[in-house]
């Protein structure tokens, strides 16, 4: 999870924008960088996951063009290689500005991933700002008194500047100068769904397996070891499980749990973490820690909508322990106690040769 803001026009101000970028630090705390374009400034908040080195730095420049990506590209390398792009460092990310000199608009076609992303030309002074067909990563946009366009990974990053903010709409790309540009449509459903027979269902159990196998086995690869959220639940299971079986028996694989004390999560969570091997970690909240934390967690997830803050409050908890926990002990070998040096349970999981 990076973060990424533009002011785009007339008389953009560098420290107003540095300013308000400096809302989303939350979102990348491991680096922060301005960078002028034509009208304006790209600012980005990194958080090391690929490339942690300083050629995975954002925004990324080719020639008269700057570009910034928040997401994951995972047919980077396929990318690359088809269309013969030689990058610096091994940043999923670093090809994007290169890349659109050679397809234009029809970049987030041909990528495989979820991004927001935005490109200025620094020679035309126009701007092309895309995000993935489905949503994933969040953009918002919108414009000042003086026309002024900006964007961003979060809301509370304009709401202070601009007199019009929107939810920048998945499937859709922004071209052109930043006052007058096209929004369109870039990408549209090309399949329709089958009826449902008894004969083709074995073909779809395949078909569903084969879709989660290749969608995990995409989104693993990162420079950081691998850790999965596991509440003993279907869907984390099978992730988790399915993590298992495409990293190997041998290789480290951290889970972890959180819950009120007592909570059924943890006995599940853990016959899954004995059944994959991995390095199991839980954590408890009380009923008050998690009352206390919901305006924060308002404010981060930016909706008030009952069901996302209800899910997303033990989230928001759970990522604060795993953060203090790497503080202390980045994923150092556990004790032969059969603990990790936080006291925390891990004879579920397997002990790191």
Same mark, same amino acid.
């Given at each position: 999870m990076c973060g990424i803001f533009g002011c785009l026009g007339k008389n953009c101000d560098r420290l107003l924008s540095i300013e308000n970028a400096h809302k989303q630090l939350h979102r990348g705390p491991d680096d922060f960088f301005c960078e002028s374009v034509t009208g304006g400034y790209f600012c980005f908040t990194r958080l090391n996951i690929m490339d942690r080195t300083e050629t995975g730095r954002q925004p990324f420049v080719y020639k008269d063009f700057v570009g910034m990506t928040n997401g994951e590209i995972y047919n980077h390398k396929a990318l690359e290689k088809e269309y013969d792009i030689k990058t610096i460092g091994s940043s999923d990310c670093e090809l994007?500005?290169?890349?659109?000199?050679?397809?234009?608009?029809?970049?987030?076609?041909?990528?495989?991933?979820?991004?927001?992303?935005?490109?200025?030309?620094?020679?035309?002074?126009?701007?092309?700002?895309?995000?993935?067909?489905?949503?994933i990563i969040p953009l918002y946009w919108g414009t000042d008194t003086?026309?002024?366009?900006?964007?961003?990974?979060?809301?509370?990053?304009?709401?202070a500047i601009c007199s019009t903010v929107d939810i920048f709409p998945p499937r859709m790309y922004y071209y052109g100068?930043?006052?007058?540009?096209?929004?369109?449509?870039?990408? !549209?459903?090309?399949?329709?769904?089958?009826?449902?027979?008894?004969?083709?269902?074995?073909?779809?159990?395949?078909?569903?397996?084969?879709?989660?196998?290749?969608?995990?086995?995409k989104m693993i690869p990162c420079?950081?070891?691998?850790?999965?959220?596991?509440?003993?639940?279907?869907?984390?299971?099978?992730?988790?499980?399915?993590?298992?079986?495409?990293?190997?028996?041998?290789?480290?694989? !951290?889970?972890?749990?959180?819950?009120?004390?007592?909570?059924?999560?943890?006995?599940?969570?853990?016959?899954?973490?004995?059944?994959?091997?991995?390095?199991? !970690?839980?954590?408890?909240?009380?009923?008050?820690?998690?009352?206390?934390?919901?305006?924060?967690?308002?404010?981060?997830?930016? =909706?008030?909508?009952?069901? =996302?803050?209800?899910s997303s409050t033990p989230q928001y908890l759970l990522g604060k322990k795993i953060r203090s926990w790497l503080q202390?002990?980045?994923?150092?070998?556990?004790?032969?106690?059969?603990?990790?040096?936080?006291? !925390?349970r891990t004879d579920t999981g397997r002990t790191p040769d």
């Open positions: 994007i500005p290169e890349l659109f000199t050679k397809v234009g608009v029809d970049l987030p076609k041909v990528l495989d991933g979820m991004f927001a992303i935005a490109i200025a030309d620094n020679k035309t002074g126009n701007v092309f700002i895309v995000r993935d067909h489905i949503g003086d026309g002024r366009l900006y964007f961003s990974s979060e809301m509370k990053c304009l709401t100068p930043p006052e007058m540009g096209e929004l369109k449509q870039w990408y !549209h459903m090309d399949w329709v769904p089958q009826p449902y027979s008894l004969d083709i269902e074995a073909a779809v159990y395949e078909r569903v397996y084969q879709g989660m196998y290749k969608a995990v086995a420079d950081c070891p691998a850790g999965f959220l596991l509440s003993g639940g279907l869907d984390s299971s099978l992730v988790a499980a399915l993590a298992r079986k495409i990293l190997g028996p041998d290789a480290e694989l !951290h889970t972890f749990t959180i819950g009120l004390e007592n909570a059924p999560d943890f006995a599940f969570a853990r016959d899954v973490a004995k059944h994959i091997g991995s390095i199991h !970690h839980e954590f408890t909240y009380t009923l008050q820690e998690g009352l206390d934390v919901i305006p924060q967690v308002i404010k981060m997830v930016e =909706t008030s909508n009952a069901t =996302t803050i209800r202390r002990d980045p994923y150092r070998h556990r004790t032969d106690t059969g603990r990790t040096p936080d006291g !925390h």
